[in-house]
């Protein structure tokens, strides 16, 4: 069973730093997009930042600068390194794979608060 499991979410204070990791198993996706979406309360969810397997990055305009993506082929991972965090960017973020058949799989997400 393919499942992604992320971590490393939690309560910090505007302009702190947070890093959340996501961890694949049951299939390796070292060949395939991987990435992360939020989704804040009463708001869609939204690409945050994406990465291909040769590590080719693609950021939301309002994270650039802020937040960077990387991953671990050898691992199986994926993660999210944000900085200078603002209280807009409280959201439940989501790990997401990309398969072979361009269908998505995704983690239970992970809650990010940033207090003012």
């Known amino acids: 069973q393919v499942q992604l499991v992320e971590s490393g979410g939690g309560l910090v204070q505007a302009g702190g730093s947070l890093r959340l990791s996501c961890a694949a198993s049951?299939?390796?996706?070292?060949?395939?997009?991987m990435g992360w979406y939020r989704q804040a309360p009463g708001k869609q969810r939204e690409l945050v930042a994406s990465?291909?397997?040769?590590?080719?990055?693609n950021y939301a305009d309002s994270v650039k600068g802020r937040f960077t993506i990387s991953r671990d082929n050898g691992k199986n991972t994926v993660a999210l390194q944000m900085n200078t965090l603002k209280p807009e960017d409280t959201a439940v973020y989501y790990c997401?794979?990309?398969?072979?058949?361009?269908?998505?799989?995704w983690g239970q997400g992970t809650q990010v608060t940033v207090s003012s």
């Open positions: 997401y794979a990309l398969t072979s058949t361009s269908s998505a799989v």
């Open positions: 990465i291909s397997s040769g590590g080719s990055t």
């Open positions: 049951g299939s390796t996706f070292k060949d395939n997009v």
